[in-house]
């Protein structure tokens, strides 16, 4: 059986450290990716998907000391889903990739800074805001 997602896509904030009780690094973030295509009248559509990314121990301190807002990524990894119950007893649930390896496809002069300096800004398209999922 074969679990493997393979995505190229930007970030959407910088990523957010946390650590285990038992003090394993954790890194989250989102990724945006975009497909377009020309529908039936000929007008040109795009759509895009927020995929939520976790890495662990060292992959994630290389994600929170390099990847930041804007970057453009490559990340390999496994579909996971995490249940849980929140504050309120109701039974909630999350699909993410857990990344095994990062490429960052930006320079470190590239992205949004890069874009601020000729006169462009870099806005990811707004992503859907969850609640708290707790570790």
Same mark, same amino acid.
């Given at each position: 059986?074969?679990?493997?997602?393979?995505?190229?896509?930007?970030?959407g904030?910088?990523?957010?450290?946390r650590y285990?009780p038992?003090?394993?690094?954790?890194?989250t973030?989102?990724?945006? +990716?975009s497909? +377009?295509?020309?529908?039936?009248?000929?007008?040109?559509?795009?759509?895009?998907?927020?995929?939520?990314i976790?890495?662990w121990?060292?992959l994630?301190?290389?994600?929170?000391?390099?990847?930041?807002?804007?970057?453009?990524v490559?990340?390999?990894?496994?579909?996971? +889903?995490r249940?849980w119950?929140?504050r309120?007893?109701n039974?909630?649930?999350t699909t993410?990739?857990?990344? +095994?390896?990062?490429?960052?496809?930006s320079?470190?002069?590239?992205g949004p800074?890069?874009?601020?300096?000729?006169?462009?800004?870099?806005?990811p398209?707004?992503m859907k805001?969850?609640?708290?999922?707790p570790?």
């Amino acid at each position: 059986m074969i679990n493997k997602v393979i995505l190229i896509g930007r970030l959407g904030a910088d990523p957010e450290i946390r650590y285990t009780p038992s003090g394993a690094e954790v890194a989250t973030f989102r990724i945006a +990716t975009s497909e +377009t295509w020309t529908n039936k009248s000929g007008e040109k559509e795009e759509k895009t998907e927020w995929h939520r990314i976790v890495a662990w121990r060292g992959l994630a301190k290389i994600c929170g000391e390099y990847l930041s807002k804007g970057k453009l990524v490559y990340i390999e990894g496994r579909l996971r +889903t995490r249940a849980w119950e929140d504050r309120d007893g109701n039974k909630r649930s999350t699909t993410e990739i857990e990344a +095994t390896e990062m490429k960052m496809l930006s320079g470190p002069g590239d992205g949004p800074k890069k874009a601020k300096e000729a006169g462009e800004e870099y806005t990811p398209p707004a992503m859907k805001e969850e609640e708290d999922i707790p570790f």
